[in-house]
């Protein structure tokens, strides 16, 4: 026998003695002699029977039942383990062992079992579940602003960005740089982190739009608008934004359900032109009615949006319901269609909110509350999903007896996030749930924290979460720079003449004489 096959044989022998220590070693940190349970352990957050993404951060909880450490095996359907063991309550998965299991898993299932010693020194196993992993990743970050409950100390506020993939968070812009003025509206251009748009409004006011690396600072308010520009979105092919202008009030309750309400004494939607510094509307999108909230469709053809008709001053705020509509945009040559009512809120009872579309042009997901459109503050808001294709639609089971609301669409439109007040009723969570081929929405399952006990100390609301495809890498002192370099006035189209223009303003003034170009 040669020098070679004696090597071999020697590290084959080596390999399996190796194996054979890494298998028993494996089995002593399992209980051998646990108390099998028939039930399914108390854990947060519930991350049982959840459908996750291959690139998901690690899914650490915490065990609330009466256990002092734990012994956590996760198992997937080619026997790859993770072994996790804790002297506490709180299980933290290594960042590195879980992304080489989840790309072992992708495409299947993986079980999870749990072992807990109790007071007493017993071990109990509890009855394992198991999770499902799919290949569509989700999209690696979210951008989001955190502001507090309480409505006197909102004046600490920020956007922050967290990457999906680990537990890694960081501000985009802290309002501490801006005289503690109001900073929202953070809004992307097809989820490109370096498109972005974001309103400051407090002086310094205005509204900061960052392109590639460029950052400009503009004053949206016209003579020919109610308002600067509010609720935006960008069309895709990010030379053009529509916005809504509103006349915003905010109610206090005193006693009931409803703490807080917005609602709008006028609003109009225009549309913002990148290249002409130079704002626009049509008939239809500038009435008497309630119009707000535009969302572009995916392919650049059509203007979503929400419509209230006959409020008045004197109207009930219960009374005022939104429908929901579109309206054809050619861009070729800025000419509109007409408006089409898509779902009317006489036939659902209930107030349509905050459209958004899937980008791949197969759903639209939106709000219904029973009355309004600021659904933040609605415990009655739940999220419905609309298949564009038959304009059919039905409430996701998704939904709480708390607030739902905010969502947004991956890049991939697999998945979509929302927020939810279920927890405690207080504060608003991200939570991601995945759509199948056929449109099924899966269990949702909260963002995931590095400690398991990190929902229990934040006192600060995740508002407005959007998915973004990597991180901002605008620097803050770039933004701030901006803002404090004075603003661009914004113009009119002196081409429109629209007799309704702005029309729910006509109450207050006579825009139509003002418009001498």
């Not at 940190?29 to 993404?53: C, G, L, M, R």
């Not at 998901?56 to 012994?71: E, G, H, Q, T, Y």
């Not at 002192?477 to 189209?493: C, P, R, S």
Request: charged share 25%; proline share 5%.
């Amino acid at each position: 026998m040669n020098r070679k096959a004696i090597y071999i044989i020697i590290l084959s022998a080596l390999v399996l003695v190796v194996a054979g220590i890494s298998r028993k070693l494996i089995r002593n940190h399992i209980p051998s002699h646990a108390v099998q349970q028939n039930e399914y352990p108390d854990i947060f957050p519930d991350y049982k029977e959840i459908v996750i993404p291959v690139n998901m951060a690690p899914l650490n909880f915490r065990i609330n039942d009466n256990a002092k450490s734990a012994v956590v095996v996760f198992t997937n359907n080619e026997d790859d383990k993770i072994i996790v063991r804790s002297k506490s309550k709180k299980i933290r998965i290594p960042l590195r062992k879980w992304r080489s299991f989840l790309k072992k898993t992708a495409h299947g299932d993986y079980r999870v079992e749990i072992y807990a010693r109790n007071e007493g020194r017993q071990w109990v196993r509890f009855k394992s579940w198991t999770n499902h992993v799919v290949a569509d990743k989700i999209d690696s970050y979210i951008a989001f602003r955190h502001i507090n409950a309480g409505y006197i100390l909102w004046e600490k506020m920020g956007i922050y960005q967290r990457n999906l993939e680990s537990f890694r968070q960081t501000p985009v812009l802290l309002n501490d740089r801006t005289d503690r003025n109001c900073m929202h509206c953070h809004t992307f251009c097809n989820g490109d982190p370096q498109k972005m748009l974001l309103h400051l409004r407090r002086p310094p006011s205005g509204t900061l739009i960052a392109d590639k690396g460029e950052v400009r600072f503009f004053n949206t308010a016209t003579k020919y608008t109610m308002s600067a520009c509010v609720y935006p979105s960008w069309h895709p092919d990010g030379d053009l934004i529509a916005f809504s202008v509103n006349i915003i009030h905010q109610k206090f309750q005193a006693a009931g359900k409803f703490i807080n309400s917005v609602n709008d004494a006028a609003s109009d939607i225009v549309v913002y032109n990148v290249e002409k510094n130079m704002l626009t509307t049509t008939a239809d999108l500038s009435t008497k009615s309630l119009e707000t909230l535009p969302v572009w469709s995916h392919d650049g053809r059509y203007l979503y949006y929400i419509s209230c008709t006959g409020a008045e001053k004197t109207t009930p705020d219960t009374s005022i319901k939104y429908d929901l509509l579109r309206i054809a945009y050619n861009k070729s040559d800025g000419t509109w269609g007409q408006a089409d009512t898509l779902l009317s809120s006489g036939e659902t009872g209930k107030s349509i909110s905050f459209p958004e579309l899937s980008p791949d042009g197969r759903y639209l997901i939106f709000c219904m509350s029973d009355y309004g459109y600021f659904t933040i503050y609605s415990p009655t808001s739940d999220l419905y999903i609309m298949r564009l294709d038959s304009m059919q639609y039905e409430k996701l089971p998704v939904n709480s007896e708390y607030v739902e609301s905010f969502h947004s669409w991956s890049s991939n439109s697999k998945w979509f996030l929302f927020v939810s007040k279920r927890l405690d009723g207080l504060y608003s969570r991200v939570f991601f749930s995945y759509i199948d081929s056929t449109g099924k929405a899966s269990k949702p399952f909260l963002l995931p924290q590095k400690d398991p006990g990190y929902y229990d100390a934040h006192v600060l609301n995740f508002n407005r979460p959007v998915f973004i495809k990597d991180k901002v890498s605008i620097p803050a002192d770039k933004l701030t720079k901006a803002a404090y370099a004075g603003t661009k006035n914004v113009t009119f189209d002196p081409d429109v003449d629209v007799d309704a223009l702005s029309g729910a303003t006509r109450i207050e003034r006579d825009v139509s004489k003002e418009h001498t170009n």
